[in-house]
């Protein structure tokens, strides 16, 4: 497995595993704790492993956290889906970068999206399971969403929608979520 920086968003990394493939199909290691410690991240952080299937169309997104924010693993681990992720930290030298990416079942690349970072994607596939390890216990009282379709972000969105949750289709503009991921 290699760690590769993500030029676009500063303290961003892709994790490529090296999968051994066979005529039985294919085995790979999806988390290498040495590897994450190369490159300044402590493996140990981590305390929740979630995952979602979606069909699609469907996008789930964009989402951040306000406090301390929150450090993601994500991985598609069946199926491909589109990746965005926006750079909101202040303070960052890639401040309101975006950054896009195929994740794919196939591949089972790891995305690594520092705190402070807005993340969502789309799935392309007829059905995408997408796998997050995440570094802070999930408390839906900091759940900051932005619209999927703020013209700000612009985000080149593959596919037409066809479903999301009422939270990300009600979700306000950039602007307008900032403010509330400060208060």
């Not at 030298?93 to 990416?101: E, S």
């Not at 289709?169 to 602007?175: I, K, N």
Request: with cysteine; aromatic share 8%; net charge negative.
């Amino acid at each position: 497995m290699k760690a590769i920086e993500v030029p676009e968003i500063d303290g961003a990394f892709l994790f490529e595993p090296t999968p051994y493939a066979d005529e039985r199909g294919f085995f790979c290691r999806t988390f290498d704790a040495d590897v994450i410690r190369s490159v300044g991240l402590d493996p140990d952080a981590f305390v929740q492993d979630s995952v979602s299937r979606s069909v699609r169309g469907v996008v789930r997104g964009l989402h951040l956290r306000s406090g301390a924010g929150e450090a993601k693993l994500v991985r598609c681990s069946s199926g491909k889906i589109f990746d965005v992720v926006v750079d909101l930290r202040p303070d960052s030298p890639t401040h309101r970068n975006r950054a896009f990416f195929e994740l794919s079942g196939d591949t089972q690349v790891t995305l690594y999206i520092p705190a402070g970072c807005a993340h969502g994607f789309q799935a392309l596939t007829e059905t995408a399971d997408t796998s997050y390890r995440i570094d802070r216990p999930h408390d839906p009282t900091e759940d900051v969403t932005i619209a999927f379709d703020d013209p700000e972000l612009a985000v080149p969105w593959p596919l037409p929608p066809v479903s999301m949750s009422q939270r990300d289709r009600e979700a306000p503009s950039l602007a307008v979520a900032l403010k509330q991921k400060e208060s």
